[in-house]
């Protein structure tokens, strides 16, 4: 069974549905919002190294980068069991990621990057969302609120997408 480690609550199509998902963030409520979507670990990176934790549960056999912090990129490349693969959905802050050459070919590392968007994905989300195997988690907002979302997204407290309606 693959153990799956996303960045975020997110669990994505580099994730097999039968695989053990876990995810790693700074915040209780997205922790929170991983575990109501399914996640089997948790882990709080603000109060665990998320490397030990996960190393601890044999190591992920695929992390998944969705954050631009490039020590989340180290940290996701340290938590891999050998074999592992690295997926980057998002790109490092400065534009350039650093890993040590040995680890990456002794262990068997591969690195990935992801592109999100093109047409034939959207239809295998589609796809994925009727066949009962997606959660879509928004939350509804009226027009004259858009200054309050901005203001809960730059603080952190946006835990869904947010959706206007005018």
Same mark, same amino acid.
């Given at each position: &069974?693959?153990?799956? $480690?996303?960045?975020? $609550?997110?669990? /994505?199509?580099?994730?097999?549905? $039968?695989?053990?998902?876990?995810?790693?963030?700074?915040?209780?409520?997205?922790?929170?919002? *991983?575990?109501?979507?399914?996640?089997?670990? /948790?882990?709080? $990176?603000?109060? /665990?190294?998320?490397?030990?934790?996960?190393?601890?549960?044999?190591?992920?056999?695929?992390? %998944?980068?969705?954050?631009?912090?490039?020590?989340?990129?180290?940290?996701?490349?340290?938590?891999?069991? @050998?074999?592992? +693969?690295?997926?980057?959905?998002? &790109?490092? *802050?400065?534009?350039?990621?650093?890993?040590? %050459?040995?680890?990456?070919?002794?262990?068997? %590392?591969?690195?990935?990057?992801? %592109?999100?968007?093109?047409?034939?994905?959207l239809?295998?989300?589609?796809?994925?969302?009727?066949?009962?195997?997606?959660?879509?988690?928004?939350v509804?907002?009226?027009?004259?609120?858009?200054?309050?979302?901005?203001?809960?997204? &730059?603080?952190? @407290?946006?835990?869904? +997408?947010?959706?206007?309606?005018?």
């Open positions: &069974m693959e153990l799956c $480690s996303t960045s975020n $609550s997110s669990r /994505t199509r580099h994730c097999p549905r $039968s695989a053990h998902w876990r995810t790693t963030t700074i915040e209780d409520e997205k922790l929170d919002l *991983a575990r109501e979507l399914g996640a089997d670990h /948790t882990v709080n $990176s603000a109060t /665990t190294d998320p490397v030990a934790a996960i190393q601890e549960l044999g190591g992920a056999d695929v992390a %998944i980068v969705l954050a631009v912090i490039p020590s989340v990129f180290d940290q996701a490349f340290r938590s891999l069991r @050998r074999g592992g +693969r690295l997926v980057c959905v998002s &790109m490092p *802050a400065h534009g350039e990621l650093s890993l040590p %050459i040995f680890e990456t070919v002794v262990g068997g %590392i591969s690195v990935l990057g992801s %592109i999100v968007g093109t047409r034939k994905d239809r295998e989300v589609f796809a994925l969302h009727e066949a009962g195997r997606t959660t879509v988690s928004a509804s907002r009226k027009l004259d609120e858009v200054n309050e979302c901005f203001d809960d997204l &730059m603080g952190g @407290r946006v835990t869904a +997408r947010q959706v206007f309606e005018f």
